[in-house]
DNA sequence: CTTGGTGCTCCTCCATACCT
DNA sequence: AGGTATGGAGGAGCACCAAG
């Protein structure tokens, strides 16, 4: 769900002592020509940047997610509960009041697992309304984004990232996400400030947006079956289909026709993963304002951090139902119980 | 007659560009 | 960053046409 977040509290807005704060070690940088210290000051907590600027203005910046698992990754579920225990940690570590926290960035996201390979669903997410999803490969994450003037919207094979970091996972695991560029469509639904995030009609006002934004994204089903249809599908309409510039040269009445066409044809003849991802981006939303929650995918870690003992005590029942793991439900540790305190 | 393909208008929502 | 004017995208509904 809420993933990354920027948010800057005003000089007035924060404790007089936040440099001597317990969990937190500002540096400040040193100009080698003058030898003066700059008053900019940053510090770091469980993947989370702390940063001052020379008004004492405070932001905050970073994944949340990651900070319920010290800042270490954001494979697992993160639920609505735990974006709540997150923030009040927060404001109980630093002393903030989160409602002072104006928001200036945030990122919202789902992970789901997926029957075919995670990479093939990623390759074939193609356009967003008039933008093409283009590949990035940055810090052993593959992505597509499609670039618009107030987000971005991203698909991400997840189960590669688990891997390069040594993770041993047997399931396919996307993600699909949306970082706002602008606050305007966020305000709109009434999120200005990190308490905002703790408002459960504002969050799923948000993350429906996710569901729409995946229905308007054009995909092309992979597992189309050749031989159920036409010979004009198999030798022309498939080599259209599968490129995003085709799509774009269309005109508007034309291309809704064509897609809903296409869309036909993949409801009769293919797996119809759009919808069937569609259905999973709708549960696993639903699942997230549950305290117990579907579970995404098992871990096991293949090298030597603890990665598993975050979920201590539930390492025998994760590993039993490898088999049947949408079927698993857990209630995750609450953070203070977690490992990472 | 039905079915499927096409194309039109109206309307709403949203993206963009540009302002402060 | 916030705010807004403008135009475009696309969905709904309807009509037309050809083929069976």
Known sequence: MVDL???????????????????????????????????????????????????????IIGSIHKYSNCGRHNFNDFTFKDTIEVLKDISKKFNLDLSKGKLQNLELGVNITVPIKATKVVDNVLVHLAQKFKDYSIRGAEYRESTHSRYYLKAYNKSLQYRRKGYTINKEIFRWE???RKMYSLNQMGIYTLADLCDVKKIHLACNVLIDKWKGTL???????????????????????????????????????LKDRMHKIFRESSDNLHDLILKKIE????????????????????????????????????????????????????????LCA
Not at 34 to 41: F, H, L, R, S, V
């Open 178 to 180: 949306i970082k706002y």
């Open 219 to 257: 995909f092309y089903d992979p597992t189309l079956r050749l031989n159920e249809v036409s010979n004009y599908v198999r030798t022309t309409n498939i080599h259209q289909w599968q490129n995003p510039n085709w799509w774009l040269k269309l005109s508007k009445q034309n291309r809704k026709n």
């Open 283 to 338: 549960e696993k939303i639903k699942a997230s304002f549950h305290n117990r929650v579907p579970m995404t995918h098992p871990i096991k870690s293949t090298n030597s951090l603890p990665f598993n003992t975050l979920y201590i005590g539930l390492n025998s029942q994760l590993t039993n139902t490898f088999a049947g793991v949408n079927a698993c439900l857990y209630r995750k540790p609450k953070i203070s119980e977690r």
């Open 5 to 59: 977040i920027k948010a800057k509290f005003n000089s007035q807005d924060i404790p007089n002592d936040i440099e001597e704060n317990k969990y937190l070690e500002f540096t400040r940088p040193l100009s080698t020509k003058t030898g003066e210290i700059k008053k900019e000051a940053i510090a770091k907590y469980k993947g989370l940047t702390f940063s001052l600027d020379r008004y004492e203005n405070l932001t």
